[in-house]
């Protein structure tokens, strides 16, 4: 693990091994809303179709 | 099926469809928010950029606890009004807080790697968020598998209430079970040059979850209407 | 005198159920025979290294009690459920909580005693030493068995009438109990070896906290648990 007070050199090498991570932390973020966000969508179209379909009429 | 007749009379229309607007210009401001975060903050002198996954981490974190006191409150509305759609706006809230929950853990654990060289360690912050998903998990569970839906309800509201009840007890337990041997080693998100960005990303992702919880109460509602029509069909049409 | 009934049912559902257990005796001693083999297992699984298991022999212990009590709060509803004997005992006139009250009673002393086996024959297996504050141990021991016992029962008022318990009950009831664990094996570590930091009385007052909360919550909820 690198300490915590590296010389420059090391330094930018932990620095630029980050990047890896934050871009994946974000992709991560950016993927899961967006799978659920689509996943409500299609519930939600399912959803109302069957409403449409059993019950008749329009939502409220 | 013997029921119970203290429960108040459900109304079974749907709600009003939830505006896709919203939820797409929810998902901007979380996109503006970003950038604007990203840009605008510094580079630590020995981390690098890494600070700037606090911006998608912590807030996630605080949507978790924020959906555990929305399943804490309709859980309890429940209890105490018996109206059903409270039940489903709970167990919609848990849903979500899952995700956020999930979330969350991933992102430590991807702060955690770069900054302490292991995967996981058992801190107290990340113990304890694990910890708390196992908590929600259970409820999920407990829904899938009890099929009664007044039962459901009732032992849902049950136990939602005591796990919420029990979140600062796990955390404070976690943190003593930690901190006695070690100081604590989360990322600090105090400094003001952050304070802003982190502010304006939590508003972002509240945005986020509240499309998320109406919505998903909207496919809730859809479906027991769904079946209650069914149910009052099968009944002789009444 | 109203209390005096209520006290008198609680210890006819309380008897109820240990007379149910006794008289299918291998209830008992299924229980704590499993208890006993999770220990031996632990023991396997973590030794042969004697320091390394006086290490882990609180823990051990304690998650012997966590999964053998699992089938134990499960049993105790489980005579109700398979001949819908719950039912009947909801329509008898009286307060519902006389009926939490009897089946916490009867559990209280089911996990008790399976936990005091257990508890001497760890201490055997794992070779811990009796440290002088072991009158600590045990109040630590008595407060997580409380509240281990409380929740237990409440869930499993629910999951044994659910369609999965087996599996449910574990799921709901584990990470509920955290506190507990962590609260019990901790201060049980430092009074074990010299509790240096005075951390047991702080532990203690989180376990008796914790039973508090429960203890009401539960009292307040099963009203609403217990209807079919």
């Given at each position: 693990m690198?300490?915590?007070?590296?010389?420059?050199?090391?330094?930018?090498?932990?620095?630029?091994s980050n990047?890896t991570f934050i871009t994946a932390a974000y992709a991560v973020t950016?993927v899961v809303?967006?799978?659920?966000?689509?996943?409500?969508?299609?519930?939600?179209?399912?959803?109302?179709?069957?409403?449409?379909?059993?019950?008749?009429?329009?939502?409220? | 099926?013997?029921?119970?007749?203290?429960?108040?009379?459900?109304?079974?229309?749907?709600?009003?469809?939830?505006?896709?607007?919203?939820?797409?210009?929810?998902?901007?401001?979380?996109?503006?928010?970003?950038?604007?975060?990203?840009?605008?903050?510094?580079?630590?002198?020995?981390m690098?950029?890494l600070?700037k996954i606090m911006?998608v981490h912590v807030?996630a974190a605080?949507?978790t606890?924020?959906?555990?006191?929305?399943?804490?409150?309709?859980?309890?509305?429940?209890?105490?009004?018996?109206?059903?759609?409270?039940?489903?706006?709970?167990?919609?809230?848990?849903?979500?807080?899952?995700?956020f929950n999930g979330l969350t853990l991933m992102l430590g654990m991807l702060w955690g790697k770069p900054a302490w060289g292991v995967w996981w360690v058992w801190d107290a912050r990340l113990t304890s968020t694990l910890v708390l998903f196992?908590?929600?998990?259970?409820?999920?569970?407990?829904?899938?598998?009890?099929?009664?839906?007044?039962?459901?309800?009732?032992?849902?509201?049950?136990?939602?209430?005591?796990?919420?009840?029990?979140?600062?007890?796990?955390?404070?337990?976690?943190?003593?079970?930690?901190?006695?041997?070690?100081?604590?080693s989360s990322p600090?998100?105090?400094?003001?040059?952050?304070?802003?960005?982190?502010?304006?990303?939590?508003?972002?992702?509240?945005?986020?979850?509240?499309?998320?919880?109406?919505?998903?109460?909207?496919?809730?509602?859809?479906?027991?209407?769904?079946?209650?029509?069914?149910?009052?069909?099968?009944?002789?049409?009444? | 005198?109203?209390?005096?009934?209520?006290?008198?049912?609680?210890?006819?559902?309380?008897?109820?159920?240990?007379?149910?257990?006794?008289?299918?005796?291998?209830?008992?001693?299924?229980?704590?025979?499993?208890?006993?083999?999770?220990?031996?297992?632990?023991?396997?699984?973590?030794?042969?290294?004697?320091?390394?298991?006086?290490?882990?022999?609180?823990?051990?212990?304690?998650?012997?009690?966590?999964?053998?009590?699992?089938?134990?709060?499960?049993?105790?509803?489980?005579?109700?459920?398979?001949?819908?004997?719950?039912?009947?005992?909801?329509?008898?006139?009286?307060?519902?909580?006389?009926?939490?009250?009897?089946?916490?009673?009867?559990?209280?002393?089911?996990?008790?005693?399976?936990?005091?086996?257990?508890?001497?024959?760890?201490?055997?297996?794992?070779?811990?030493?009796?440290?002088?504050?072991?009158?600590?141990?045990?109040?630590?021991?008595?407060?997580?068995?409380?509240?281990?016992?409380?929740?237990?029962?409440?869930?499993?008022?629910?999951?044994?009438?659910?369609?999965?318990?087996?599996?449910?009950?574990?799921?709901?009831?584990?990470?509920?109990?955290?506190?507990?664990?962590?609260?019990?094996?901790?201060?049980?570590?430092?009074?074990?070896?010299?509790?240096?930091?005075?951390?047991?009385?702080?532990?203690?007052?989180?376990?008796?906290?914790?039973?508090?909360?429960?203890?009401?919550?539960?009292?307040?909820?099963?009203?609403?648990?217990?209807?079919?």
């Amino acid at each position: 693990m690198r300490r915590r007070q590296p010389r420059w050199e090391d330094g930018k090498h932990v620095i630029e091994s980050n990047g890896t991570f934050i871009t994946a932390a974000y992709a991560v973020t950016w993927v899961v809303i967006l799978a659920y966000f689509t996943r409500l969508m299609i519930a939600g179209a399912r959803a109302r179709a069957e409403y449409k379909k059993r019950v008749g009429g329009e939502q409220r | 099926m013997q029921t119970t007749v203290r429960s108040a009379p459900v109304s079974f229309a749907p709600p009003r469809p939830t505006s896709l607007v919203f939820g797409i210009g929810a998902l901007a401001a979380v996109v503006a928010t970003q950038v604007y975060a990203i840009s605008r903050s510094p580079a630590e002198a020995d981390m690098g950029h890494l600070q700037k996954i606090m911006y998608v981490h912590v807030p996630a974190a605080w949507m978790t606890f924020l959906a555990f006191f929305v399943v804490l409150v309709f859980s309890v509305k429940y209890m105490w009004k018996r109206d059903e759609n409270d039940d489903l706006l709970a167990a919609s809230a848990a849903e979500v807080g899952a995700l956020f929950n999930g979330l969350t853990l991933m992102l430590g654990m991807l702060w955690g790697k770069p900054a302490w060289g292991v995967w996981w360690v058992w801190d107290a912050r990340l113990t304890s968020t694990l910890v708390l998903f196992l908590i929600f998990v259970s409820y999920l569970a407990l829904r899938a598998f009890v099929d009664d839906h007044q039962q459901r309800a009732r032992w849902s509201a049950a136990v939602g209430a005591f796990g919420a009840l029990n979140v600062p007890i796990v955390y404070l337990s976690v943190t003593w079970w930690r901190t006695l041997h070690q100081p604590p080693s989360s990322p600090s998100t105090l400094d003001p040059a952050y304070t802003l960005g982190l502010r304006i990303n939590a508003v972002a992702f509240l945005l986020v979850m509240i499309y998320f919880v109406r919505k998903r109460y909207e496919i809730a509602r859809l479906h027991r209407a769904v079946e209650h029509a069914a149910e009052a069909a099968a009944m002789g049409g009444r | 005198m109203a209390m005096r009934t209520h006290w008198r049912r609680v210890r006819a559902i309380a008897r109820k159920d240990l007379t149910t257990e006794l008289r299918a005796k291998s209830g008992f001693n299924s229980v704590v025979a499993l208890g006993v083999t999770i220990l031996v297992l632990l023991g396997l699984a973590l030794g042969p290294d004697t320091a390394a298991l006086r290490n882990a022999a609180v823990g051990a212990v304690w998650l012997a009690t966590l999964f053998s009590g699992v089938l134990a709060f499960n049993r105790s509803f489980q005579v109700e459920v398979e001949s819908g004997a719950l039912e009947p005992l909801l329509l008898y006139p009286g307060p519902r909580w006389t009926i939490l009250a009897g089946k916490l009673l009867g559990n209280l002393l089911f996990v008790s005693l399976m936990v005091a086996i257990v508890v001497a024959i760890g201490i055997v297996l794992f070779g811990v030493g009796i440290p002088a504050a072991w009158p600590s141990v045990l109040a630590v021991l008595a407060l997580g068995v409380l509240g281990l016992v409380l929740l237990g029962t409440f869930y499993a008022c629910m999951a044994s009438r659910s369609r999965a318990r087996e599996v449910l009950l574990p799921l709901l009831l584990f990470p509920m109990l955290v506190p507990v664990l962590v609260g019990a094996t901790t201060a049980s570590k430092a009074l074990l070896g010299a509790d240096l930091m005075h951390e047991a009385g702080a532990w203690i007052r989180l376990l008796i906290a914790y039973d508090l909360v429960f203890l009401i919550a539960t009292f307040m909820a099963f009203e609403h648990v217990i209807e079919n």
